[in-house]
């Protein structure tokens, strides 16, 4: 699974490095070095719709969406912490996500990610859990395949208010490779650049082609080092998580 992760990039530079064409300055984020499950994170997605001059239009967005997916048909939005993940063999099926599968991808970029491996501590002799952070080897960052979905808060009644609305996401991961593999049986799933395009696509609704997108990670190397505890505690947070352990 992913639980935490690291990402630190401007708006600005996730524009230049996801071709995005609309950002909003109002839902610029803080460099996070601890992502954690129910905060907001950044998504690169794509929105068709009309231009001024009635014609059709696909806009690539960079927006700031709560992680963890709530289904539209939820009756309250308490269930998006268990849904911070989707495992790509049955995504595309699950009903928590089949909708979002077929009609609202995104991609979730990332500097890395954070897995714990449990180990003896050497000096109690009692298991403990080690976190590592797993991160592509040329320092490039990742794009970690994800879907979005709205959620209608039934106690807001006027359409047009943005409190009735909640958009979320979850990212879908598969069985780790390389690195984060001796740390951890599960990894986000990234896509290389090459199939940002399809993945991002409203009208690409095809969902055997869409599952071929998602055949294997994309991307290089991944680089794997143990990191403080510190990171942990959701509460901390800055460069000094991604220090090498002593």
Request: proline share 9%; charged share 30%; with cysteine.
């Amino acid at each position: 699974m992913c639980g935490r992760y690291a990402s630190t990039r401007s708006p600005q530079e996730l524009a230049r490095l996801f071709q995005v064409t609309d950002w909003q300055p109002e839902e610029t984020l803080e460099p996070s070095w601890n992502v954690a499950p129910t905060q907001r994170v950044y998504a690169v997605l794509e929105r068709a719709g009309r231009d001024g001059d009635g014609e059709d239009r696909v806009r690539r967005e960079l927006r700031a969406l709560r992680w963890g997916l709530v289904p539209s048909w939820a009756k309250d939005p308490a269930s998006g912490a268990r849904m911070i993940n989707a495992r790509v063999e049955t995504v595309h099926e699950k009903p928590a996500y089949r909708r979002a599968f077929a009609k609202r991808r995104c991609l979730l970029p990332a500097d890395g990610f954070y897995e714990w491996e449990r180990v003896e501590d050497e000096t109690t002799g009692k298991p403990r859990k080690q976190p590592y952070f797993i991160q592509p080897a040329d320092g490039e960052p990742m794009a970690m395949a994800g879907l979005y979905e709205h959620w209608r808060d039934p106690d807001v009644k006027d359409d047009d208010d943005p409190a009735a609305w909640l958009t979320t996401c979850t990212i879908i991961t598969t069985e780790a490779t390389d690195a984060a593999g001796r740390v951890h049986p599960r990894m986000p799933l990234t896509l290389s650049p090459d199939d940002h395009d399809a993945w991002l696509d409203p009208h690409h609704h095809d969902t055997a082609a869409l599952r071929a997108l998602l055949a294997r990670p994309g991307g290089g190397r991944l680089d794997a080092r143990p990191v403080s505890t510190a990171v942990n505690n959701v509460r901390n947070n800055g460069p000094h998580l991604l220090d090498p352990a002593a």
